[in-house]
Each structure stands twice: as structure tokens, then as C-alpha cells.
């Protein structure tokens, strides 16, 4: 990160993130992995270091920077562990319906708690039929004088095991579509609401991933999203547009964090009588590896600084970096662990797992796939004199 193109504050919350990142994530990220348990440690320490409000407004209790300041800490903590960085950044997907579309009365409710690290919040988009189609989904909420009543499942539920509000899209009129579908904050201890499968991953294995299963579960009305049926969907895809950068982030430390790794082995270790990385072959890897990163870092900085300008156009440069980002991490965390050797490919060394961590990423918040065809979606339009 070349350093003079960032604000005193920004290098600050940078080198805040790594101090913890180093000494509280980095320590502990294999136990975790292994054990496939919620770092509550972490999450305290992410509490005591004053980064949980990174993105909230400071009338909301956060510190009021925004999705820039967002990506700086999410990639720090991600370099240690990519588990711990989307356990952090997942807070910001869930909260962002809250403040794209919430009442202010909605904000002040809900915002505080998550800035001052109390609560944790989850975001309940996919089910089991609805995953690239979001708009296909059939969690049905229906009223029933000042209540909705929800049921139905939501799929690839980030953190919702430990969440305390979940931000849960659900049909509210069936005839209309995409315009049907409306977003309401739903309790962890709402009556009918329920945490159900854990799901056994290949990465990010610090983070609880489950199905959360609605059964007639009542919310009371004033839980809807901005008061008004029918903006659900609109919600989530301007949440997501903010949220993707988080991603893309996470993906840019996972891969700067493997390349660390790859530079100090391949200068440890010695065949044929000198070092790896004396070999040109391997510094070219080096070299393309570190060139992969630092374009895509600037990619995401760019989407993350255009968000925060109040830009109106920021889906394609949002599509992009995160498909950019993720596929770099997921090419560079591959060729760290060939670096490694026999070595690489075995637990005894941490580079297996950024390799592990890295694959979600091109998944998870739009496919790569969803991520060209929202891009392609964008230049067509231009091309047809439309907005970005
Ligand atoms: N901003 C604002 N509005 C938008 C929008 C955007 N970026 N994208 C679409 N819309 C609006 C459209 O204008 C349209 O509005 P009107 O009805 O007023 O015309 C409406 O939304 C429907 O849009 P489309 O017809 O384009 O919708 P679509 O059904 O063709 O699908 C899609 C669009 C881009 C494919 C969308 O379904 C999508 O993003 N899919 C991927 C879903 C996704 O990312 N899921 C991840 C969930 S989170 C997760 O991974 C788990 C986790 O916990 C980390």
C-alpha cells in the first residue's frame, strides 16, 4: 500500500488492524480452523480495539469512515485470517439494509449496538432454491395486524449461529416479483426463529455458516425496512454493491498474506545448494504474484473510494473488483502453495489453508459468473445511452 495516498486516519485504522491481526488473529487462526468453533476472543479484541463501527455513522455510535476504511481493515485481518476478516466484514452486509433503507428510527435502534461491538448482526438473502436468483426466493412474510408472520429457510447464513439480528428478506406479495420482496430485522429471540444446520466447510472455517429456519415466526411490524412493503429486493442489491468491495478485500489480504508467506519460505529454503528464490523462475512468480495484488488492491480502493464519494453509479466498478480481487487470490494462493512444495500441501504449514480460505470468495456475495453478467448488464446499457 503506498502509503501517501491514504489520510492520516486511514493508515492509523491500517495499522490498528494489523497490531490485531498479528497478535490476536495469527496466533490462534489454526486452532480455530481446526476446531471449526466462533473466535469470541477475536471478537472482543475487535470490541476493545474500537474497530467494530468502522462503517456506522457517528450519530449511530460508529466512527463514521466508510466502505475505503472498511476494505483497509477487512484486508489486514484477512492477511492473518480469512475466516476472521469475513466474521468482521459480514456485519457490514447485514447492517447496510439498515442504513440504505431504514427509518432513522430503525437506525437508531438497530446501529448502536453493532458499533459498540455488542450485538452482531447476519444477512439472510439465499435459500436452498434461491442462491444466484435471489430474486426466486420463498420465505414468505405475511401481516397479521401490527405483525408479519415468517416462514421458511435461509441458506449460507454468515454468522448467523452467533448473530443477534438478522436481516431477513422475505416475499411479502407473491404477484409482484422482485417488487414483491421486503426486508425486516428479525431477533435471534423472536418467537419461531431457529438456527439449523451447520454447514462442514472447506475454508473460512472460523465462521459459523448455517440454515436459519423461520416457523411462523412473528416480528412486529416496525421491523420492516423503512416502513414500506416492496423495497426488499432493491435493498439487498444496493447493499450489495457497498458490501462486494468487503470481498474483494478480504481476497486482497488472503492473497498478500500467502505471498508473505511464499517470499520468507522461498528464501528459507534451499535446493540444489541455494536458496528457492534465486531462481528466476520462482522471482517471476514473485513478481506477477505481487503485481496481481497491488492492481487489484488499487481496483477495490477505487470501487471503495467511489462508494464513499456518493457516486450513484457503483454496481460495474463494485461487480469488478470483486471479481478481479477473488480471482487473483484464488491464482495467487494456488501458486503460494506450489511454492511451498510437498510442504504446501500439508497442515503443518499455514499456506494450505489461504488457499482453502480463498475459494469462498468467488462465491459467496454474487458469483464470479453473477459478478460478468452484472458487469456486462452495466455496458450494455451505456452502450444503449442508459446510466452506469
Ligand atoms: N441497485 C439498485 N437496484 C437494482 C440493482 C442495483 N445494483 N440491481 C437490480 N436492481 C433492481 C432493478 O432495477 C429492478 O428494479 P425494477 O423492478 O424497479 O425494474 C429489480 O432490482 C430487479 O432487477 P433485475 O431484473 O436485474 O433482477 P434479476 O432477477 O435479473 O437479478 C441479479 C439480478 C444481479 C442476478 C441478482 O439476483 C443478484 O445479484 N444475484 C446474486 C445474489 C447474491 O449476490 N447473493 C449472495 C447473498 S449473500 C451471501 O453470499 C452469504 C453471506 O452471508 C456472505
Given at each position: 500500500m503506498i502509503e501517501e495516498l491514504y489520510t492520516p486516519l486511514q493508515i492509523e485504522l491500517r495499522n490498528r488492524a494489523r497490531d490485531l491481526a498479528e497478535n490476536v488473529m495469527r496466533p490462534v487462526a489454526a486452532k480455530y480452523d481446526e476446531e471449526q468453533t466462533y473466535p469470541w476472543e477475536v471478537q472482543h479484541a475487535i470490541r476493545d480495539a474500537g474497530l467494530s463501527g468502522v462503517w456506522i455513522p457517528e450519530e449511530y455510535g460508529g466512527m463514521g469512515a466508510g466502505v475505503l476504511e472498511l476494505c483497509l481493515v477487512v484486508e489486514e485481518f484477512s492477511r492473518a485470517c480469512g475466516?476472521?476478516?469475513?466474521?468482521?466484514?459480514?456485519?457490514?452486509?447485514?447492517?447496510?439494509p439498515i442504513l440504505v433503507g431504514g427509518t432513522d428510527e430503525q437506525k437508531k435502534r438497530w446501529l448502536p449496538p453493532i458499533a459498540a461491538g455488542e450485538a452482531l448482526i447476519a444477512f439472510g438473502l439465499s435459500e436452498k432454491v434461491a442462491g444466484s436468483d435471489a430474486g426466486s426466493m420463498i420465505t414468505r412474510a405475511e401481516k397479521d395486524g401490527e405483525e408479519y408472520v415468517i416462514n421458511g429457510e435461509k441458506k449460507w447464513n454468515t454468522n448467523g449461529a452467533v448473530a443477534s439480528f438478522n436481516t431477513i428478506f422475505a416475499v411479502t406479495n407473491?404477484?409482484?416479483g422482485a417488487?414483491?420482496?421486503?426486508?425486516?430485522?428479525?431477533?435471534?429471540?423472536?418467537?419461531?426463529?431457529?438456527?439449523?444446520?451447520?454447514?462442514?466447510?472447506?475454508?473460512?472455517?472460523?465462521?459459523?455458516?448455517?440454515?436459519?429456519?423461520?416457523?411462523?415466526?412473528?416480528?412486529?411490524?416496525e421491523n420492516l425496512l423503512g416502513g414500506v412493503e416492496g423495497h426488499g429486493f432493491k435493498q439487498a442489491m444496493i447493499t450489495l454493491d457497498r458490501a462486494r468491495p468487503g470481498v474483494a478485500a478480504q481476497a486482497v489480504g488472503l492473497a498478500q498474506g500467502a505471498l508473505d508467506l511464499?517470499?520468507?519460505?522461498?528464501?528459507e529454503r534451499e535446493q540444489f545448494g541455494q536458496s528457492v528464490s534465486s531462481f528466476q523462475g520462482i522471482q517471476w512468480m514473485l513478481a506477477d504474484m505481487a503485481t496481481q495484488i497491488e492492481a487489484a488492491r488499487h481496483l477495490v480502493h477505487t470501487a471503495a473510494r467511489t462508494i464513499?464519494?456518493?457516486?450513484?453509479?457503483?454496481?460495474?466498478?463494485s461487480a469488478m473488483c470483486k471479481l478481479?480481487?477473488?480471482?487473483?487470490?484464488?491464482?495467487?494462493?494456488t501458486d503460494c502453495v506450489?511454492?511451498?512444495?510437498?510442504?504446501?500441501?500439508?497442515?503443518?504449514?499455514?499456506?494450505?489453508?489461504?488457499?482453502?480460505?480463498?475459494?469462498?470468495?468467488?462465491?459467496y456475495e454474487g458469483t464470479n459468473q453473477i459478478q460478468r453478467l452484472v458487469?456486462?448488464?452495466?455496458?450494455?446499457?451505456?452502450?444503449a445511452g442508459g446510466g452506469k
Open positions: 475466516g476472521m476478516g469475513v466474521g468482521f466484514a459480514v456485519n457490514a452486509l447485514g447492517s447496510f407473491p404477484d409482484r417488487r414483491g420482496i421486503s426486508a425486516f430485522v428479525v431477533a435471534k429471540d423472536a418467537p419461531g426463529y431457529r438456527v439449523g444446520k451447520h454447514e462442514d466447510k472447506m475454508g473460512i472455517r472460523a465462521v459459523p455458516v448455517v440454515e436459519i429456519h423461520l416457523e411462523d415466526c412473528r416480528v412486529p411490524a511464499a517470499i520468507a519460505y522461498t528464501h464513499d464519494s456518493g457516486a450513484k453509479s457503483i454496481t460495474k466498478l478481479m480481487a477473488t480471482d487473483v487470490a484464488m491464482r495467487v494462493t506450489q511454492l511451498f512444495g510437498g510442504y504446501g500441501y500439508c497442515k503443518d504449514y499455514p499456506i494450505e489453508k489461504y488457499m482453502r480460505d480463498a475459494k469462498i470468495t468467488q462465491i458487469i456486462a448488464r452495466s455496458l450494455l446499457r451505456e452502450a
